[in-house]
């Protein structure tokens, strides 16, 4: 009788063990867990501020976009279009058929010195007539590049002529063209900024790949890959080489180096 009480005891210790060591597994289990996700957010958490502002703010390839302020940025190896409402633009919009369906090439001056581009008028046809025909009225010149972004997205940010990211010319347009499959925008392309999840939101402002950069795309889409610099893209690097002001964390303000568009030539 005593042996069956010491086994019956024995047992029940034992459960009460097993029991606790499962507790203690699934709260192991669980610390583990949620060290993962707080990790995950940190390092995710830097690349979302930067798409963030580069989508829509004072920084990166990113204003606070109005009827008459843009942001964004974009760029890739082989484009697609990404999705995006039908624009319904105002009649100041330039009309897609200034772009000529054709290849558009020329120089920007940057700091004095050129750099030379390719605009795709068949891929993207509304940008490119957007920026030859504000090109041509000299609306970029001498406005700087407010937006410097160096890490883990690599873009110059420049077309705010208020210098703050919230400038545009004074209208908005869409939709998002010539999107890279992929959100990888490759190193010497020209993407239009745009305001965060709004296709509709282009303006003046455009951005610079100075290095491949996985953009992700939002609710909207992705962003309007319109050219590319075909020469002279070792001025940009260099101004990036010099860093930025931090003014946004994570690598994303002002440039340090004062950088300045000047007259651009298009043919």
């Not at 459960?15 to 610390?31: I, M, P």
Request: charged share 15%; net charge positive.
């Amino acid at each position: 009788m005593a042996k069956s009480k010491n086994n019956a005891e024995l047992q029940a210790r034992l459960r009460s063990y097993e029991e606790k060591q499962k507790v203690s597994g699934q709260k192991a289990q669980k610390r583990a867990a949620d060290t993962k996700l707080a990790l995950t957010i940190a390092g995710g958490s830097v690349l979302l501020t930067l798409v963030a502002t580069l989508i829509h703010g004072v920084a990166f390839p990113t204003p606070t976009s109005t009827a008459s302020a843009t942001t964004a940025a974009s760029s890739s190896a082989s484009p697609s279009s990404s999705p995006s409402a039908s624009a319904t633009n105002s009649p100041l919009v330039p009309k897609p058929a200034a772009a000529e369906n054709r290849t558009w090439t020329g120089t920007m001056k940057l700091n004095g010195s050129d750099l030379g581009l390719s605009l795709d008028g068949k891929a993207a046809p509304q940008a490119v007539a957007n920026f030859i025909t504000l090109a041509k009225k000299g609306f970029y010149n001498n406005v700087t590049c407010h937006r410097l972004t160096t890490a883990g997205i690599y873009v110059l940010q420049c077309g705010d002529p208020k210098g703050d990211g919230t400038g545009g010319p004074g209208y908005s347009f869409g939709p998002i063209e010539n999107a890279p499959a992929g959100d990888l925008y490759k190193t010497g392309y020209l993407a239009m900024a745009r305001q965060g999840g709004n296709g509709s939101s282009m303006g003046s402002q455009f951005f610079i790949v100075y290095k491949d950069s996985p953009i992700p795309s939002d609710a909207a889409g992705g962003y309007t890959v319109f050219g590319k610099i075909t020469s002279g893209l070792n001025v940009v690097t260099a101004i990036a080489a010099k860093g930025s002001d931090n003014s946004n964390g994570q690598g994303d303000g002002h440039p340090k180096v004062t950088t300045t568009i000047g007259s651009i030539k298009l043919n």
